[in-house]
């Protein structure tokens, strides 16, 4: 059942996506900017950790996760930390996720030609 919740869960976030792209003139970067702004949002209000635990990876691993993830980090490094929390929270819990992607993009540009088209 954890599968099946994490895939209808993942699967409405990526339609909710797809519908922006389709019906809107939303740019992805903008579609991407307002998914991770309303992760924080969502994280910092309390909704989006019981849906988390509900759906698991459906709710973590699509870029609303991050902003979910950094906004709770924010929240603990607040309460350790104190004001300066503000500014090191969110990098500290999403420290991991933004070097995976750097390497990984760093070994993916290696790999490939770029060309102009």
Same mark, same amino acid.
């Given at each position: 059942?954890?599968?099946?919740?994490?895939?209808?869960?993942?699967? +409405? !976030? &990526?339609? !909710?996506?797809?519908?922006l !792209? =389709? @019906? /809107?003139k939303? /740019?992805p970067?903008?579609?991407?900017t307002?998914?991770?702004? *309303?992760?924080v949002? +969502?994280g910092?209000?309390?909704?989006? $950790?019981?849906?988390a635990e509900?759906?698991? *990876? #459906?709710?973590?691993?699509p870029i609303?996760?991050? %902003?979910y993830l950094?906004?709770? %980090?924010?929240k $603990? *490094?607040?309460k350790t =930390?104190?004001?300066?929390?503000?500014? /090191?929270? %969110? +990098?500290?819990?999403?420290?991991? #996720?933004?070097?995976a992607?750097v390497?990984?993009g760093l070994? *993916?540009?290696? &790999?490939s030609?770029?060309? =102009? @088209?």
């Open positions: 059942m954890d599968y099946l919740n994490a895939f209808w869960v993942g699967g +409405l !976030i &990526c339609v !909710i996506g797809q519908i !792209i =389709d @019906k /809107t939303l /740019t970067a903008r579609i991407l307002s998914f991770v702004v *309303a992760g949002i +969502l910092a209000v309390g909704l989006y $950790e019981p849906l509900f759906a698991g *990876a #459906g709710a973590s691993v609303s996760g991050f %902003g950094m906004s709770d %980090g924010v $603990e *490094a607040l =930390d104190g004001a300066i929390g503000i500014l /090191t929270g %969110g +990098l500290t819990s999403a420290a991991a #996720g933004i070097a992607a390497v990984f070994i *993916a540009a290696l &790999c030609r770029p060309g =102009d @088209k």
